[in-house]
């Protein structure tokens, strides 16, 4: 990353907040945990903030929080302290929400969505206990490289993001449009076109070959090669119980 994105990225960091989790709408927990924890995630204690059944699992670096509640599913979620105060500024910044949460006799949360519907959901605080292994720590799949969505137009769609603490370092227009936007803990692949039909994430690993075949000798839910259009015969993708699509990708 350059001196200027770095200066960015400090100085819009907080904007939304610190990154706490990828939030999905998972109505069978336990086959969710069954199947995380089966490619090397490892599940957290969780807190007493939500009624729902919940439950967390991280593979050191990235955190997916499953919830048995229905929501606009997937969401990127943040943590930030005094929350009703920064959601009456993004307010003024010209974020339009879609729920807010806020008294002080409950725990304050609020949500906004970016031009092509993907969610960002706020809350007052963390809903589980940091996570205490080492750095690294990498499930089966490898590193976590991108937080990918389709989008109509990747222009309008960066315009939304990078003020929020994205900063964009990469941009194709062949085989399809492609945008990737980077920040301090998650990063977005906007994708234009029609060939991305839902939100994922993707996963990049020179070995990712060798990855891919011991997940298929697993009998994982695993389809191949994956419709992103930087994605090779060699990808893959890995189905969770959730209906969440996790992209395997060969690369650095």
Not at 93 to 107: E, H, Y
Request: glycine share 8%; with cysteine.
């Amino acid at each position: 990353v350059s001196l200027g994105a770095s200066a960015r990225l400090c100085q819009h960091s907080r904007m939304l907040g610190r990154f706490l989790e990828i939030s999905l709408y998972a109505p069978d927990i336990q086959s969710s945990l069954g199947f995380y924890e089966e490619l090397g995630f490892t599940q957290l204690n969780v807190g007493e903030t939500w009624s729902h059944p919940y439950a967390v699992v991280t593979d050191g670096h990235l955190f997916i929080g499953l919830h048995d509640y229905r929501f606009d599913s997937p969401s990127l979620t943040y943590a930030r302290p005094e929350l009703a105060n920064q959601v009456r500024n993004l307010e003024d910044s010209g974020i339009m929400f879609a729920f807010r949460k806020l008294s002080d006799d409950q725990f304050n949360e609020a949500g906004f969505k970016d031009p092509d519907g993907q969610m960002v959901s706020l809350l007052e605080a963390r809903t589980y206990s940091p996570y205490t292994g080492g750095e690294e720590d990498f499930s089966i799949l490898g590193r976590c490289s991108e937080y990918c969505i389709a989008v109509a137009d990747i222009d309008a769609s960066a315009q939304f993001w990078e003020p929020l603490g994205f900063v964009m370092t990469d941009r194709e227009e062949k085989p399809s449009p492609r945008a990737l936007l980077i920040s301090d803990c998650i990063n977005l692949g906007l994708y234009g076109g029609n060939r991305l039909l839902r939100p994922g994430l993707v996963f990049t690993e020179p070995d990712m070959d060798r990855r891919i075949e011991f997940l298929i000798a697993k009998d994982m839910r695993i389809a191949r090669p994956s419709p992103l259009p930087n994605a090779g015969e060699l990808s893959a993708v890995l189905e969770s119980p959730e209906g969440f699509d996790l992209h395997l990708l060969v690369g650095e």
